[in-house]
């Protein structure tokens, strides 16, 4: 029944009408509940601490702590529950006046070599973060590299004042027959993109595959398989919680929140190679595969990613492209997006008839709030 098709009752507080009330026979449950637009309060029966999460009609959250008050702003269809095993939570609709609310400051630090950090700006407890693996290997007269992992995890612990190891992953280098680096933080990695290797080799395997390179004579060779990147947790979202502080008083326990996979395709291989003359296949990309490479005609690196992780859009993780050495062909070049220059992560290296355009390393961007 939704909220609005009754009339509540009097709850006891003032300004406040009862709604309904929920058993926690766990201390994290969905409650399919429905309703429209206003301020809600949830709260505890053993006054405990916890949090609620109204989904509204377009899927954000809004949340609240137990007892506090949710401002929502859209019809919601479902209320999901952080309490105390055993407690039971109470619904009610509150006349809410106006008053000053407590606004987070989002700050963006970009991490692009390894070493050990600190997030001054950061008040809450948790954080945000983006990886991007490292660009996989070219290899001259041959197949492109692959497209660095490409991962998204939102709220994950990160202890105020707290000293943190990042892993960036770097470009391996052309002809080093080597897929990227992989990028680690908080226990979370993506992985480098696959590699091409040398004279009449198949591509190596990567979250996003190289390109398969041929020698002098006649041959076949297959492009690196794609889809080794797999975005998860440590432990299950469902269950995981820890105490994060907002400012120096609340203390309040937090869901952790799932790692994304970035890329939005399946396997995203690197392409093929048949025929001679020494030319290779494109690397895959974050978003497409690289095309095949026949005689005459190299292979293209697959697309990258264009996303906007709170500093703009860029493209991430474009798979660079084959060439060929006899006759000289530097190909059509990376996928859509690929650039090697400064702020352009995760890209494949780009083969050239004679050499090759180094990719690049990943990066770690670090979403952190200030009170």
């Known amino acids: 029944m939704g909220i609005n098709s009754f009339t509540p009752t009097s709850g006891g507080f003032p300004g406040q009408s009862f709604i309904d009330q929920v058993y926690m026979t766990f201390k994290v449950r969905k409650w399919i509940k429905s309703g429209g637009p206003g301020y809600y309060r949830a709260t505890s029966a053993l006054n405990k601490d916890g949090y609620v999460y109204f989904l509204q009609s377009d ?21 999901r529950i ?18 000053d609310s407590l606004s987070l400051t989002a700050n963006y630090t970009t991490i692009t070599s390894t070493g050990l950090y600190n997030f001054p700006n950061n008040d809450v407890g948790f954080c945000d973060a983006l990886l991007v693996g490292g660009g996989g290997a070219a290899y001259h007269h041959g197949g492109g590299g692959g497209g660095g992992g490409i991962i998204e995890i939102t709220s ?47 591509g190596r395997s990567g979250p996003s595959g190289g390109g398969a390179t041929i020698g002098s004579a006649s041959a076949s060779r297959s492009g690196g398989g794609g889809g080794g990147q797999v975005a998860q947790l440590n432990s299950d979202k469902a269950q995981s919680t820890w105490l994060a502080t907002l400012g120096n008083s609340l203390t309040v ?92 992560y995760g890209m494949g290296g780009d083969s050239e008839h004679s050499g090759g355009q180094n990719g690049t390393g990943g990066v770690v961007i670090v979403r952190t709030w200030k009170v």
């Open 59 to 79: 899927n954000t959250l809004v949340q609240a702590p137990i007892n506090g008050i949710a401002n929502v702003t859209l019809p919601f269809t479902e209320i």
């Open 82 to 99: 952080l309490a105390t095993q055993f407690d039971m939570i109470s619904l009610y609709k509150v006349s809410a006046k106006g008053t």
């Open 156 to 202: 994950i612990p990160l202890t105020v004042g707290g000293t943190f190891a990042v892993t960036v992953g770097t470009y391996p280098g052309v002809n080093s027959n080597s897929n990227g680096g992989n990028t680690v933080f908080q226990g979370h990695i993506a992985l480098g993109g696959g590699g091409a290797q040398g004279d009449s080799e198949n």
């Open 253 to 344: 326990p937090l869901l952790q929140q799932a790692a994304v996979d970035r890329f939005t395709g399946g396997s995203h291989n690197g392409g093929n190679s048949s025929g001679n003359g020494h030319l290779g296949g494109g690397g895959g990309g974050a978003t497409g595969s690289g095309t095949n490479a026949t005689n005459g005609s190299p292979g293209q690196g697959g697309p990258g990613l264009l996303y906007n992780f709170g500093d703009g859009q860029r493209y991430y993780s474009a798979g660079g492209g084959g060439s060929q050495h006899s006759p000289s062909n530097n190909g059509p070049g990376g996928g859509t997006g690929w650039n090697n220059s400064a702020g352009h």
